[in-house]
């Protein structure tokens, strides 16, 4: 079963050294289950830059405490390509109940993390754009309070940002009730 699964799944024994080594974690990392089984894991296969961390879990592991969701970086063979790896360590019990190694199941997330990575850069030059553009822009959200106000918005009114984040949009643009109330049934109806 942990063979054949389609996930990277690793064991250790209690001195840290390679007990399991599937085929998806052969894949992932291109060095085969007979380079890795006897080897010290975190020695050998991962970046020394993660070692203290990714030891972390494994001695809590290796003590009977159970770590979900950790993630951390893996490299391949060669040091070509990082995978990010998101990992679960469960401590392995023997007959007796003792501990007598840890299994992590891992799940490759590198095209998630870089997909979130191009969406943040994305949503920052956007955000960039909007601030810097030769236009009055604002943004207001279900219930008409600013949550956007461009450098052009702050030099027309002479309101910088901070000031009206969070506020009634009416509040703001004009004096007059009845124009307030139009602006704001806009907006409404435009959301």
């Known amino acids: 079963l942990i063979e054949t699964a389609n996930a990277p799944i690793?064991?250790?024994?209690?001195?840290?050294?390679?007990?399991?080594w599937n085929r998806m974690v052969a894949r992932t990392t291109e060095y085969s289950k007979e380079e890795a089984?006897?080897?010290l894991l975190v020695q050998n296969?991962?970046?020394?830059d993660y070692?203290?961390?990714?030891?972390?879990?494994?001695?809590?592991a290796l003590n009977g405490q159970e770590t979900a969701n950790f993630e951390f970086p893996l490299f391949t063979k060669h040091g070509e390509r990082k995978i990010q790896i998101l990992m679960s360590a469960t401590p392995r019990r023997g007959p007796d109940g003792q501990v007598i190694g840890m299994i992590g199941v891992g799940q490759d997330i590198t095209d998630l993390r870089a997909a979130k990575e191009h969406a943040d850069r994305t949503a920052d030059e956007l955000a960039r754009l909007i601030d810097t553009a030769n236009a009055p822009i604002?943004?207001?959200?279900q219930n008409c309070n600013i949550t956007e106000w461009n450098q052009k918005m702050?030099?027309?009114t002479g309101l910088q940002r901070h000031e009206v984040l969070d506020t009634r949009i009416r509040d703001w643009l004009v004096d007059d009730a009845d124009a307030q109330e139009h602006i704001e049934n806009v907006l409404t109806d435009a959301l």
Do not use: H, P, Q
């Open 51 to 60: 070692r203290a961390s990714v030891s972390e879990v494994l001695t809590r």
């Open 138 to 141: 604002f943004g207001v959200d």
């Open 154 to 156: 702050s030099r027309i």
């Open 10 to 20: 690793f064991g250790i024994d209690t001195e840290g050294k390679v007990t399991e």
């Open 45 to 48: 296969f991962i970046n020394e």
């Open 37 to 39: 089984v006897g080897k």
